[in-house]
Each structure stands twice: as C-alpha cells, then as structure tokens.
C-alpha cells in the first residue's frame, strides 16, 4: 500500500543535542509537510515543500529546519531541541498545493527531550 | 484569515448511540472542509471532506457531515457508534479565493469522543 513512513516512531534525545526526524513516502506527491503536535492541541504546520521549494511558517523558530533530498524522502532537523520542543511531529503529503487536496499523515514520532 | 472552532473537546457516549461533533469556522472566502480522525499514538486519518456539490458527505464508516453555509458549520454526525469509534475528531479547513490557491489547512483544537459500552 502505498503510504507515509515516520522514523522512528519514539525518539530520545537530550536538551540542546541535535536531532533528526525522518518521513518517506511512496504516494510520489509533489508535497510534504511538517507539523507540531502537542498534547490535546491541534496540529501546527511548521513547513512544507513544493517539489523542492521550501517554504517556512512565519512563526516556526528558527531551531527548526528540513531537508528534502529527493521526491520520497523528507528530513526535519531540531538544531538544539528544548524542552518545549517536546511533541508528537507529524509528517503529511499532498499530491499538490491546491486548497482542495487532502493531506495524508504518517503515524507521526514522538520526541522526548531530556 | 481563517479559523475553525471546535465547540466540544469531549464527548463521552454509550455504544450504538448518536452522536454529533460540532465545527465552526470562519473565513473571508470560500472554503473547502475535511474532518481528520487520529486514534491513539496515530497520525490523522482523513475521514471525509467537502468540497462542492451536495451538502451532506458520507465517510465509509458510517459517519456524515453536512456544510451549512449560512451557519458556517460542519457538523460531524454518526447515528449509532461502536467502541472502535473512540479517537480525537479534528475538523480543518482550507482556503479557495479562485485559480490557484495554497491548500493550508486551518485545524479545530479537536473534539475526543469516548465510546462506553
């Protein structure tokens, strides 16, 4: 089936060291996204990509950052994660940026910062 | 700009009775409508979605919603639920002002339903 992939699904890391979530999907959508999800609250979109144009929240801080290398795959890089940067983050494709297109959604990682 | 409320964040029920999870939203223009479900440690689910034609939308399990422009609603309804039922209930919305237009959603703070036997 084709789908989106989040890995790991449960990441550890300590205040200030560098992480790197990753998403890969095989639905060869044009678009992926990245949001925020923090417990009972709704999913804030942090960035996404158009094919390879980025394009960034204005509110997402500047501790946040992607990577899109190839079609498939998606990375979001923590450069010095605090503890308010504990979250479930959620990875989601569209097959483009038009408004009526439905986003589909990996199961999401959850980090934990220590 | 656009906004979505989500007048309940909980709705506990017993097993195979109705049920309705109410949306808002407000926007300046036209909208498109989805409501998205996430079971526990899960990513959302699209669950169904609105985007022209009849008013009234059907998902596969069971659940409908019906877009009211004049009370600029999305209501969420199922006749008769089932445990399996029990999950967060997010409805979003996305902007069309004409031709081309970034497919943002805007999500509800989300509505829990608990489904007890």
């Known amino acids: 089936d084709a789908m989106v992939i989040q890995n790991p699904r449960y990441q550890v890391t300590q205040f200030g060291k560098p992480v790197t979530l990753s998403c890969s999907q095989t639905?060869?959508?044009?678009?992926m996204y990245w949001y925020q999800q923090k417990s009972s609250q709704a999913p804030k979109l942090l960035f996404h990509?158009?094919?390879?144009?980025?394009?960034n929240e204005a509110d997402t801080p500047d501790n946040f950052q992607s990577r899109r290398p190839n079609t498939s795959f998606c990375f979001l890089d923590i450069r010095s994660p605090g503890l308010g940067d504990a979250a479930m983050y959620l990875c989601?494709?569209?097959?483009?940026?038009?408004?009526?297109?439905?986003?589909?959604f990996g199961d999401g990682t959850r980090l934990s910062i220590l | 700009a656009q906004s979505v409320t989500q007048l309940d964040s909980q709705v506990p029920v017993f097993e195979e009775a109705p049920v309705e999870l109410r949306c808002n939203y407000s926007?300046?223009?036209?909208?498109?409508l989805f409501w998205y479900v996430q079971y526990p440690n899960q990513g959302l689910q699209l669950l169904l979605k609105y985007l022209s034609g009849s008013t009234l939308v059907e998902s596969i399990n069971g659940f409908e919603a019906e877009f009211n422009k004049s009370q600029t609603s999305f209501h969420l309804r199922k006749p008769s639920v089932h445990i399996s039922d029990t999950a967060e209930y997010f409805c979003a919305v996305s902007n069309y002002a004409g031709g081309t237009s970034y497919g943002k959603l805007t999500f509800g703070q989300g509505t829990i339903l608990t489904v007890h036997p």
């Open positions: 639905l060869n959508h044009n678009v």
């Open positions: 989601a494709t569209s097959r483009d940026n038009r408004s009526n297109q439905p986003q589909h």
């Open positions: 926007s300046s223009v036209s909208v498109y």
């Open positions: 990509y158009y094919d390879k144009d980025f394009n």
